[in-house]
């Protein structure tokens, strides 16, 4: 393929510049007019694109606003929380298995649930049975929060009725 020789910038200003004189008047006025058409199209298609967009982020504005207060009040309380002491395990059991079984099964029997419990070595209590795993849950975090227990496994089988639970605690021994 033979591309024609690049133009200099200049020649081509020079060229059309030329060109430009050698119009008629009655020929530059029509190309002055197709200009200003074409300018007049362009800018118009310009400032209704930037009406549509206006118009467009009105009626996405209320949502953002909405967003921002939802997520300024999620930043309070983040700092809220933050600003907390944390959390506080009662004192710990310690190495007292025993114990600690006794804890748990009584705290089972608070939360309404009638679980099979029962120590495996000097570090961890077993449990199984049927409950809510929604009061499973709670038991669970308030024996880690109260006393140190956590959980080791768990395993939930939902079922209509009572969830089938099977699980075990590890029992801390240092606090």
């Known amino acids: 393929m033979n591309f024609p020789p690049a133009i200099h910038p200049g020649a081509l200003r ?15 006025r029509s190309v002055q007019l197709a ?25 996405r504005l209320p949502t953002a606003q909405t967003e921002l207060v939802r997520m300024r009040a999620a930043a309070t309380e983040i ?3 933050r600003k907390r002491t944390p959390i506080t395990a009662a004192p710990s059991i310690g190495a007292q298995p025993a114990l600690a079984l006794d804890i748990a099964r009584l705290g ?10 029962s120590l495996e070595g000097d570090e961890s209590i077993l449990f199984s049975g049927h409950a809510e795993t929604t009061v499973v849950l709670e038991w669970l975090a308030a024996l880690h929060v109260g006393h140190g227990l956590s959980v080791r496994t768990l395993s939930i089988r939902t ?4 969830d089938e639970v099977s699980g075990a605690l590890i029992v801390r021994t240092s606090p």
């Open 35 to 59: 200009a200003g058409v074409v300018s007049i199209v362009l800018l118009g298609g310009f400032v209704h694109d930037l009406l549509a967009e206006r118009q467009q982020l009105a009626s």
């Open 14 to 28: 020079s060229e059309l510049v030329r060109r430009w004189h050698a119009l008629g008047q009655r020929e530059r």
């Open 159 to 162: 079922r209509p009725g009572p």
């Open 79 to 81: 700092a809220d929380l």
């Open 108 to 117: 089972a029997e608070q939360h309404g649930m009638a679980l099979a419990l």
